[in-house]
């Protein structure tokens, strides 16, 4: 006889956990909600130019600096299409991908543990890849990578779960769709291959689910490869911009930067944010590497151990630590956290029960503490500054507050102001320094194929003038062709005498904003006489 009470309590159940995860996507919405009013940055404004230009038919490809893969200006192009561009637009456009994840972390943490497991994950992971330490506001390139990230772990683990070679198709496919949208998502092939290895598989089985995992992620690559092949791209260009400019830009990283010191700044920017995710990792790979050791472990709990490992060890390739690398340990560390705050009732480490009451005693306060120092830090920028301190004010560390950068975004967002006033929707302009926002914000094309300049930034070399040699023929070119209206001056002329005397002959200053940080001078030239092609 079917037990009513049974299904009534079971069917209740499941809708409270429902109205849990729905509360939790409000709060996480919620939270980013609050920096809708921030202003977009280069790296981000230069992927959404790419994404308009892409939604108007106009296919480009990232050919300066350490270049992005395609699939972020491709997927919001589709956005734009329904959407249109604005910077709102592309704050949503990152928020549909943060509350997708949220509901993809609690997926597959429930596969793994149990379903309060998967509620609290998806809590600790809804907030603090939200967080403004970590940059997680802005819609960077780990904002759209969370999503694949996420659902490559998940239907590896579905895979080993149900032992169907299919999802393991789909998993290699989503871990190259997470490459497609930031090269260092490949990590998730190590995870793939390394817990399969420890798995004591025959070898049949073990080839078999390689090759699925292989030709699931061959896939996307391929439909990228023709795709841009169509437009007239080449192989070389795609690799040039996915992974050459890219080894440049990491050797560079490592002449660059002190390694240690670089580490550990951000590291003291970032733990008064989410030290509750670092001690919840290391408290569950620490009980976790002990149930191996007694062989009471199962292959689930390697994967996530795994995850965190390399998502961790992939940030010591570039030899630079900006904060929101960090972003990408958001999840795996949530699922390990999730997992540490619930299991100290369970453990048994001890058979005097004084010693575990010390033992959750001491977990219980470092929780507070570590959520008390969460609230002090981030509360002001989720709840008290506007989004003109939010972006000046976004990065302290080493004891002082970096306001450069932001004063520098809300300077191009003035500029791109009064281009798009002076300026008519099929006229070009072109900006001699690293401002590609500016192109986005003023929804104006840029007059040349080098728009972003990023590879005169000392990130990316230590001879900036050698770089320019390089592209300066043909910028003149493009520019003497499309015949900018404006041409913004950053990087001063003189250092590029070509084109300081097709900006003496052809245009005139319009207007100088001199401010308090680098570069303290901006010149804005306008068109006086048509321009002569040669």
């Known amino acids: ?47 959404a130019y790419m994404g308009w230009r892409m939604s108007e038919g106009e296919v480009l490809l990232d050919i300066e600096g350490p270049g992005k893969p395609p699939l972020y200006p491709i997927l919001y192009g589709l956005f734009i299409i329904f959407f249109g561009p604005s910077p709102i637009g592309i704050k949503w456009f990152g928020t549909v991908f943060i509350l997708s994840s949220v509901i993809a972390i609690y997926w597959i943490t429930k596969q793994i543990y149990e379903e309060k497991t998967g509620l609290l994950s998806s809590l600790l992971f809804g907030v603090f890849s939200s967080a403004p330490m970590v940059e997680g506001e802005t819609v960077n390139l780990e904002t759209i990578m ?39 998502g490949g990590v998730i092939f190590f995870v793939f291959f390394l817990s399969e290895v420890f798995s004591n598989l025959k070898k049949k089985e073990l080839f078999l689910r390689y090759i699925f995992i292989i030709l699931g992620a061959i896939l996307p690559f391929l439909g990228i490869i023709i795709f841009y092949f169509l437009y007239g791209y080449h192989l070389h260009e795609l690799l ?16 660059y930067t002190n390694f240690i010191k670089n580490f550990f700044g951000v590291m003291k920017l970032i733990l008064r ?12 790979s620490f009980y976790i590497c002990r149930k191996m050791i007694h062989h009471e472990t199962r292959r689930l709990d390697r994967v996530v151990i795994l995850w965190a490992i390399f998502s961790f060890l992939v940030l010591w390739i570039s030899g630079t630590f900006y904060s929101h690398y960090f972003l990408q340990l958001i999840a795996p560390f949530s699922v390990l956290t999730a997992y540490a ?103 104006r094309r840029a007059a040349s194929r080098y728009r972003n300049n990023f590879n005169l930034s000392e990130i990316v070399t230590e001879k900036p003038m050698e770089e320019l040699r390089k592209y300066a023929p043909i910028v003149i070119k493009d520019i003497r062709r499309s015949k900018p209206t404006f041409i913004i001056e950053i990087i001063r002329l003189e250092d590029f005498p070509e084109l300081q005397a097709l900006v003496k002959k052809y245009y005139e200053l319009d207007k100088a904003i001199e401010f308090f940080t680098p570069p303290y001078r901006i010149s804005i030239y306008r068109r006086v006489k048509d321009i002569e092609e040669s």
């Open 341 to 443: 705050i619930l299991i100290p009732w369970k453990l048994n480490i001890s058979p005097s029960p004084q010693l575990r009451k010390i033992m959750k005693g001491i977990w219980i306060i470092i929780l507070v503490s570590t959520s008390i120092i969460f609230l002090k830090t981030d509360y002001p920028y989720f709840f008290s500054f506007s989004p003109v301190e939010q972006t000046i004010y976004q990065i302290p560390s080493f004891g002082k507050r970096c306001i450069e950068y932001g004063v520098y975004n809300i300077v191009q967002n003035q500029i791109a102001n009064y281009l798009k006033e002076q300026t008519k929707q099929d006229e070009t302009i072109y900006i001699w320094g690293i401002a590609p926002q500016t192109y986005y914000l003023a929804q």
């Open 1 to 47: 006889m079917v037990d009513f009470n049974f299904l009534i309590t079971s069917r209740n159940q499941k809708s409270f956990l429902y109205i849990v995860l729905v509360a939790i996507c409000a709060l996480t919405f919620y939270l980013r909600l609050t920096f809708f009013g921030q202003y977009i940055d280069t790296d981000v404004g230069n992927m």
């Open 146 to 184: 969370h999503l694949p990230y996420i659902l490559a772990i998940g239907f590896f683990i579905k895979g080993i779960i149900s032992k169907k070679l299919r999802w393991y198709f789909i998993a290699g496919l989503f871990g190259s769709l997470t490459v497609l949208v930031k090269q260092v």
């Open 273 to 284: 944010e989410n030290s509750i995710l670092w001690f919840g990792a290391i408290f569950s």
């Open 240 to 255: 040039d911009s996915m992974l050459i400019s890219n080894l440049r830009y990491i050797r560079r990283g490592y002449e």
